[in-house]
């Protein structure tokens, strides 16, 4: 059974960073994609970024313009664990920061959160103005 727990989250002043864990569990995850999305209080879940899976093995990012520059996000296959590092905060980053993680199935575009079968809890970031 996969798990994902979101761990990281906080409160913290504009301005600040804040760095997010993703601990995944029950299978080996290093050919999948892991990703990040946010869902704010009565706004739709909203992708922040990934960290994709290539047919070549390796793996590259990808990032919401809204985040980009300011957030990173890694991964550590070994330890079947994702971050995302979020520098620069900004009041309206606040939210509940959801992991995800993403079987390699043709057509995913890794944005939308039905490309994507599991779920953390989420973890909530408050960034204070």
């Known amino acids: 059974q996969v798990q994902l727990v979101e761990s990281g989250g906080g409160l913290v002043q504009a301005g600040g960073s804040l760095r997010l864990s993703c601990a995944a569990s029950?299978?080996?995850?290093?050919?999948?994609?892991m990703a990040w999305f946010r869902q704010a209080p009565g706004k739709e879940r909203e992708f922040v970024a990934a960290?994709?899976?290539?047919?070549?093995?390796?793996?590259?990012?990808d990032y919401a313009d809204s985040v980009k520059g300011r957030f990173t996000v890694s991964r550590e296959d070994a330890k079947n664990t994702a971050f995302l590092q979020m520098s620069s905060l900004k009041p309206e980053d606040t939210a509940v920061y959801y992991c995800?993680?993403?079987?390699?199935?043709?057509?995913?575009?890794?944005?939308?959160?039905?490309?994507?079968?599991?779920w953390g809890q989420g973890t909530q970031v408050t960034v204070s103005s």
């Open positions: 995800a993680v993403g079987l390699p199935r043709y057509g995913r575009r890794w944005a939308m959160v039905g490309d994507y079968d599991y």
């Open positions: 029950g299978h080996t995850f290093s050919t999948y994609t």
């Open positions: 960290a994709i899976w290539s047919t070549d093995s390796t793996h590259f990012a």
